[in-house]
């Protein structure tokens, strides 16, 4: 079935370093692929997606664009902020019909002033 | 505020009871999504309703329902649970039944004693 796979967490960071956090899926056709955070306490938010191979998504600094040759969608983001700290969801959605998504695990990001 | 309301924020009961959560969609919003999030499965996704019609099923165990009414909302049944069912049980909306995002609320975490 169709999957998604982060890099492992916890990720600590510098404020002002510079951020990646890969993802790569497996699914059949083609699948949106989004990038969702869970700051602590709250759901989650939708932050970025694309829909079609070379698609860039991009949203408060950070990027991702949607490469079919390596099936990922990595995040990243050139500058980042102690505000950032948050649980990142790589997830894609199934088929056009019904738009059930499938999460990677999470990749929990703490950034240190 | 993602437009999407959860009720209860927390649920603390004991195994083999019995509990309702419910789930209010954004105005407009014609399908509702549930997922579950643990320590051991991540976030699965369980069910979705479109429009008061059941429309994808997924790793929803045969002791947990769900349904959608007439004015939108919905609830998730969960009957006699288990140590196990203790989660973070997130509703989702979207405008159409193949829409690509996906609105969260902020989830009902679910304590089972």
């Known amino acids: 079935g169709n999957s998604v796979t982060q890099m492992e967490g916890p990720v600590t960071l510098s404020e002002e370093a510079f951020l990646t956090i890969n993802c790569t899926y497996t699914a059949t056709g083609y699948p949106s692929l989004f990038w969702y955070v869970q700051y602590p306490g709250e759901g989650l938010q939708l932050l970025l997606k694309a829909t079609k191979a070379d698609d860039k998504g991009s949203n408060k600094g950070f990027e991702a664009t949607y490469r079919k040759e390596t099936t990922s969608f990595h995040l990243e983001k050139g500058s980042v902020q102690v505000s950032d700290s948050a649980v990142y969801f790589c997830?894609?959605?199934?088929?056009?019909?019904?738009?059930?998504?499938?999460f990677g695990q999470g990749t929990r990001l703490t950034i240190n002033p | 505020d993602s437009g999407v309301t959860q009720t209860p924020k927390h649920l603390i009961t004991a195994t083999g009871q019995r509990v309702t959560l419910r789930c209010s969609p954004r105005?407009?919003?014609?399908?509702v999504y549930w997922y579950q999030q643990s320590l051991d499965q991540g976030l699965q996704f369980l069910i979705q309703?479109?429009?008061?019609?059941?429309?994808a099923k997924g790793n929803i165990l045969e002791r947990f329902s769900a349904q959608q009414f007439p004015d939108l909302h919905s609830e998730l049944n969960l009957s006699s649970l288990e140590l196990g069912d203790s989660a973070l049980y997130f509703c989702a909306s979207s405008v159409g039944a193949g829409s690509n995002i996906q609105y969260f609320g902020a989830g009902t975490r679910l304590s089972v004693l």
């Open positions: 105005s407009g919003d014609l399908s």
């Open positions: 997830a894609l959605s199934e088929d056009q019909g019904a738009q059930k998504l499938v």
């Open positions: 309703y479109y429009n008061g019609e059941e429309r």
